[in-house]
């Protein structure tokens, strides 16, 4: 496990606040005290917990062009067909993953893919498991088309802690299943919207892993359902 790029600045501040505030009580306080040893543990405890949070632990990733793996580790919290407006304008299957502060918040790419679409949304900050936080909070939208010429959509959202989403996607770049797609910071839910002949593997409840967990087939999809020949140019 090693600490993610996106931690840097913030492990490095923290560390400094930590130090600085130890020292500032050593000064203030000197001697034993037992109050002071509790005071001490608890400013490791916060940098401790800031460096667990912007951990990357290595993993043995799946590589299969015909399953999308989950792009966020965390919890299935919606499993539903909803209709889509923003880009298909039609039906979709919508597999939705909610990340506590206690998981690992990089986010990976479901497939090999290009990126034929990034969007950024600005908006509210709803608590991420909220049903409409998916169209009203913060956001980043990605439409990705496989080789095979499907496409699907992911969505970063904010969440009521969530405040700043990083992603890395650009339009026309070629990315790798399980590579790293962007990163979230605390709280916060990723989405991912499916043609309606894909076949979900997961249900809510179900704990998922990025890079790892199966979120869904591919090879029931019919040759029409989103592919690049039967959808509009945005």
Known sequence: MKLHKEG?????????????????????????????????????????????????PNRQLLSDSTRLVSPADGTVVVVEQTMEEEYFGQPVQQVSVFMSPLNVHLNRYPADARVVLCRYHPGSFLVAWHPKSSLLNERMTVVFETPGGWRFMLRQIAGAVARRIVCYCREGLDVKQGDELGFIKFGSRVDLLLPPGATVCVKPGDKVRAGVTVIASLQAVHKKAFSSSSLPIR
């Open 8 to 56: 840097f600045r913030a492990v490095a501040v923290t560390g400094f606040l930590v130090l600085l505030m130890a020292f500032g009580g050593y000064l203030l306080f000197p001697g034993p005290h037992g109050w002071a040893w509790v005071f001490y543990l608890f400013l490791l405890m916060v940098f401790a917990g800031v460096v667990y949070f912007f951990r990357s």
